[in-house]
């Protein structure tokens, strides 16, 4: 099998794992949709792959919104009639300690981690249905496995964004070729840490990092890694930690 040729939507797309992910596939040959909020960053992200010969395209949106996640698929579809694969990639993490009361973060958390997958998912599987095929992955983190210090809030998103995708891959994959992956990443260099303004929460995070972070490369290695495997062969989850990371 190869990744040549696949249309994929990639949301949280204009920095980080996302913006990875697109330059990687588009290195491969698969025709990228980014998309994030902020179109200035999608607007460079193109350009470089397109300056590298790649095929990409982009569309301001905002997971929280089903409307726009709809938007987004039919964007899509009017380029190029298909979806092959949908990376729910957009995330936050403003870790901290639950009696700081920092319920506005909380929600966005929900509202971004939780509810931006589920617009995403809802957003792919009608057409994924239609074509009786497809890919859907998402980007969670190591901790929807365990529960860091100052990170009850942002790991019960993930542990959620497990339960979610194992649910999917339950349900679709005995009536059709649609496969689930989740991808869980240690520690990464990425800007989710500027969301943090928890200065306990920055402490606590800083006394557990490791010397040797991931790169946003890792992660779209592995996520390319499980596009293109074979129809007959689902990667359901990846766990990709730094070497030097103990938990």
């Known amino acids: 099998m190869t990744i040549e040729g696949k249309v994929v939507v990639i949301t949280g797309a204009s920095s980080g794992i996302g913006q990875a992910a697109a330059e990687k596939l588009a290195e491969q040959g698969a025709k990228i949709i980014l998309s994030a909020r902020r179109t200035e960053r999608l607007q460079e ?3 470089r792959i397109k300056e590298a010969n790649g095929e990409a395209s982009y569309y301001t949106a905002d997971v929280t919104s089903l409307e726009e996640m709809q938007d ?17 990639n957009a995330g936050l993490m403003p870790l901290s300690f639950m009696n700081k009361l920092k319920v ?7 509202d971004v981690n939780i ?3 589920l617009n995403g998912i809802a957003a792919a599987i009608p057409t994924m249905e239609k074509q009786k095929e497809g890919h859907i992955l998402n980007v969670s983190s190591v901790a ?3 529960v860091g210090m100052a990170g009850a809030v942002y790991s019960g998103t993930k542990f959620a964004v497990r339960a979610i995708t194992e649910g999917l891959r339950m349900e679709l994959s005995p009536t059709s070729k649609i496969r689930t992956t989740i991808i869980s990443p240690g520690m990464v260099e ?3 840490i500027e969301t943090i303004t928890d200065e306990d929460a920055i402490g606590a995070l800083k006394s557990r990092a490791t010397s040797q972070p991931l790169k946003a490369e890792d992660i779209a290695n592995a ?25």
Not at 74 to 83: S, T
């Open 144 to 146: 929807g496995h365990r």
């Open 45 to 47: 992200t193109v350009n």
């Open 72 to 88: 987004l698929a039919n964007f899509a579809l009017d380029a190029y009639n298909r979806i092959d694969v949908w990376i729910n």
């Open 223 to 247: 996520i390319a890694y499980a596009i293109e495997q074979p129809e007959w062969a689902s990667v359901n989850e990846i766990i990709i930690r730094p070497t030097t990371q103990g938990s």
């Open 190 to 192: 990425t800007e989710l």
């Open 115 to 117: 509810k931006g997958v």
């Open 104 to 110: 506005n973060e909380w929600n966005r958390m929900v």
